[in-house]
């Protein structure tokens, strides 16, 4: 199960490479994104970039969106069921 918050930005608290590197997918109000910088699961929250606007600093500026949001490994890894041979 992937961690209740996550973002993208390495400069983040919620930064976590390792489980980025495994790949997450994201389900907002039922419908799956792939640009999400960042999200909530518990708070129903995402945060997207908005358009093409940058920050003074150079950073993509981003917008929350509350809703329902799922999150899931696109690696499943170690959690991967093992099928047995018959």
Known sequence: MPPDHLAIDPRSPHFDGDVLRRGVGIRFKGTQRTNIEEYSISEGWVRVQA????????????????????????????????????
Do not use: C, H, Q, S
């Open 51 to 86: 358009g093409k606007t940058m920050d003074r600093k150079g950073r993509p500026l981003t917008i929350k969106l509350n809703g329902p949001v799922e999150a899931w490994f696109e690696d499943l890894g170690e959690d991967a069921p093992v099928a047995k041979a018959g």
